[in-house]
């Protein structure tokens, strides 16, 4: 594992993330860290959180629409359903921040196709089951809500 690579894009995330925060509060209102709360702790399958929204965020080196599909992993479709059984008001939000925007899906909204996905740069194979949105049902933030 090349742990200098996955340092550098931790913390490109984070940075991401901090940078964009203001922008998704004036869509979603106040939002709160997860990894702040100790019931979620650092390792929670969503970054921000607030009485409305559980949000995802995904910081891409590519413009949104490179590839077909844009993807994040099982494991965070699966906590939604499980948010979603428990407080069914709420909504669960997906975004990626791309070089071109911040796009995003809401939870189940549309068709998705469960797969491998990953990377291999970082001198280990790191393959998850993930969900693939395709391009059609990816919108725009402002268009999300």
Known sequence: MDYNKQRKD???GFKSENE???ILEEQFGTLFK???NPEMGKYY????????YFIEIKSRRI????????FFGENKLIKGD??????PHLRVFYLWRCQDGIYGWEHKSS???ICKRGRNDR??????????IDQKYIKRLEELL
């Not at 399958?45 to 409305?52: G, L, M, T």
């Not at 629409?65 to 844009?70: E, G, I, Q």
């Not at 499980?82 to 407080?87: A, D, H, N, P, Q």
């Open 10 to 12: 931790l913390s490109y």
């Open 20 to 22: 964009i925060h203001s």
């Open 34 to 36: 997860s990894k702040l």
């Open 45 to 52: 399958e969503f970054d921000k959180y607030n009485e409305e």
């Open 63 to 70: 413009p949104h629409d490179k590839y077909p599909t844009l």
């Open 82 to 87: 499980e948010i979603l059984r428990k407080c």
């Open 111 to 113: 068709e998705y196709t």
């Open 123 to 132: 001198g280990v194979d790191e393959f998850n089951d993930c969900v693939d």
